[in-house]
């Protein structure tokens, strides 16, 4: 870098960020008194320069003067915070953080990398102007929804990038990021479902159980509520929600299906599409004659490691099948697979339908296969309906039974259409 031209924007976008950051922790720490912060707007406004000026310095090939800037900054950082950490009520230890966080900040976009560095003032103000809002979302947690983010976070971020992206197994099978990948979008859409009940499910009663509950186990919803009217202690909504997460589940199969399985999306929609219209509107019907109620506790935590691996597990040797039934019986044994299959895990059944080639089986007859778990899956959730439920959830089971006959006339006719 030569002149003095192409350094002003990373020197500008150095002084912004520190004066970003400035800003919030000089009106955060407004009222107290003078001496007793770390630093204030202009210190903070200064930090973000001297980091700016230190990464043009660095670009220019005056690695050492850079170091040595950089390290005067953040003694200075120091200094202050070991000062006032013996006085009454401590040091400011988030405004020494923050001040080290803007002298990085600076030294990225002197060396060339403004725009990151501003987009990253931005996100630790957000972070720092957030702290009452932080406040109460950990106020909110428990110790299993901390396991469960734990948990999550392992699943997601701490062995996916390490994954070979390349074929491996019997017949090729087996793409480990792939498999993965497909553990991180299932078990993802469950913590969702999972964390969003917690924070609104408990506190909005049945019908917000059974909404977003229903996204990630519409099975654990029809259980619970099955058992509260056949104890006698249901409040009136239980029949809505258990017609109202089923009706959940048929989109929620949906949207699996666009992730993982997109060239079946058009065929399967259509076929499921009267379905979930008719759960939706037997829903409705029942929760307009509902007396509201409290929710029970949501379904148990969904993200554990070992029910992951079962499940990553479980598609792998499906995998491994249908290549095996795409090689000896073509289509219509896959199809058979397919059923077979998802009356165990629709979701298994929608990734090894994503993971073959579009020759090994029609989009349309796929769907159909798919189609016909949801409809076992249905079944059975009729039958816990009736098991517990007892009288008291008659509407839900007929809620459930008008469903499954949509969904059994949209099969047939698609089945007659692909035999024609």
Same mark, same amino acid.
Not at 362 to 378: P, S
């Given at each position: ?233 249901? @409040? $009136?909504? +239980?029949? =809505?929600? #258990? &017609?109202?997460?089923? /009706? ?7 949207? !699996? ?12 929609a259509v076929l499921v599409a009267p379905a979930l219209v008719a759960g939706f509107a037997a829903s409705w019907w029942l929760y307009r004659r509902a007396v509201h109620s409290t929710g029970p506790a949501p379904p148990g935590n969904p993200v554990a490691l070992l029910p992951a691996l079962t499940f990553v597990a479980f598609v792998a040797a499906a995998a491994v099948a249908a ?30 339908? @994503? $993971?073959? +080639?579009? =020759?090994? #089986? &029609?989009?349309?007859? /796929? ?7 949801? !409809? ?45």
């Amino acid at each position: 870098m030569t002149g003095s031209g192409p350094a002003l924007l990373p020197l500008g976008a150095a002084l912004a960020a520190g004066l970003l950051i400035g800003i919030e922790r000089g009106w955060k720490l407004r009222g107290e008194a003078e001496g007793s912060r770390v630093a204030g707007l202009r210190t903070f406004t200064l930090f973000g320069l001297g980091g700016g000026l230190a990464g043009v310095l660095q670009t220019m090939g005056h690695g050492l003067v850079a170091a040595i800037l950089l390290a005067a900054n953040g003694a200075i950082i120091a200094i202050g915070y070991w000062r006032l950490r013996g006085e009454a009520g401590g040091a400011d230890a988030t405004s020494a953080v923050a001040g080290l966080l803007t002298l990085a900040l600076g030294f990225l976009s002197g060396a060339g990398q403004p725009a990151l560095a501003l987009a990253g003032a931005a996100v630790v103000t957000a972070i720092l102007a957030l702290r009452r809002e932080t406040r109460r979302l950990v106020g909110l947690l428990d110790e299993a929804d901390v396991k469960a983010l734990a948990r999550f976070a392992v699943i997601a971020a701490a062995i996916y990038p390490f994954l070979p992206d390349r074929p491996y197994g019997p017949y090729d099978a087996w793409d480990l990021r792939t498999l993965w990948l497909v553990v991180i979008i299932v078990t993802g859409f469950s913590f969702a479902g999972y964390a969003a009940n917690r924070i609104f499910g408990t506190r909005r009663g049945t019908i917000a159980t059974a909404l977003i509950g229903g996204a990630y186990s519409s099975t654990a919803v029809t259980h619970s509520f099955s058992q509260r009217l056949g104890a006698g202690a249901g @409040g $009136g909504a +239980e029949n =809505a929600g #258990i &017609a109202l997460a089923s /009706a959940v589940m048929y989109l929620r199969v949906i949207v !699996l299906v666009a992730l993982l399985a997109s060239r079946l999306l058009v065929p399967f929609a259509v076929l499921v599409a009267p379905a979930l219209v008719a759960g939706f509107a037997a829903s409705w019907w029942l929760y307009r004659r509902a007396v509201h109620s409290t929710g029970p506790a949501p379904p148990g935590n969904p993200v554990a490691l070992l029910p992951a691996l079962t499940f990553v597990a479980f598609v792998a040797a499906a995998a491994v099948a249908a290549r095996w039934a795409e090689a000896n019986f073509g289509e219509q044994g896959i199809a058979l697979l397919l059923l077979v299959m998802g009356t165990m895990d629709v979701d298994a059944a929608i990734v090894t339908a @994503g $993971g073959l +080639e579009p =020759a090994a #089986i &029609a989009a349309d007859l /796929a769907a159909l296969a798919i189609g016909g778990t949801i !409809l076992a899956n249905m079944a059975v959730k009729l039958g816990v309906t009736l098991a517990y439920g007892k009288g008291a959830a008659r509407p839900a089971a007929l809620a459930l039974g008008t469903s499954m006959a949509v969904l059994s006339a949209s099969l047939a006719v698609g089945y007659a259409r692909l035999a024609a």
